[in-house]
């Protein structure tokens, strides 16, 4: 599976940005796409995730209520729709696809990153 991320960018804190992740290739082998996030000097960490059947969800806490993650089945895309965004949320976004769940080991495709930018 091929992943290409994009939508990242610099806005201000109380803004919102879509984030979209394409996928291509053997997309039937996998369960669930997921949203990651790596801010300098800290470790990837888990934003939220969707399985492609039911449009089950997982959300961080730190991100509960101001992210919203959904799925076009007929275009292969995930998006990730951030509301109220704040300084903390910025980081490079990675969308990975695998098996549906919050843990990174679950997934084995990943896409390039896009930047997200939200000045203090």
């Known amino acids: 599976v091929q992943l290409q991320a994009y939508g990242g960018g610099l806005v201000q804190a109380g803004g919102s940005l879509r984030l979209s992740c394409a996928a291509s290739?053997?997309?039937?082998?996998?369960?669930?796409t997921g949203w990651f996030r790596q801010a300098p000097g800290k470790e990837r960490e888990f934003v939220a995730a969707?399985?492609?059947?039911?449009?089950?969800?997982f959300y961080a806490d730190s991100v509960k209520g101001r992210f919203t993650i959904s799925r076009d089945n007929a275009k292969n895309t995930v998006y990730l729709q951030m509301n109220s965004l704040k300084p903390e949320d910025t980081a490079v976004y990675y969308c990975?696809?695998?098996?549906?769940?919050?843990?990174?080991?679950?997934?084995?495709?990943w896409g390039q990153g896009t930047q997200v930018t939200v000045p203090a």
């Open positions: 969707v399985s492609w059947r039911f449009s089950s969800t």
């Open positions: 290739g053997r997309t039937f082998s996998t369960t669930g």
């Open positions: 990975a696809a695998g098996s549906f769940g919050r843990a990174a080991t679950l997934y084995n495709s």
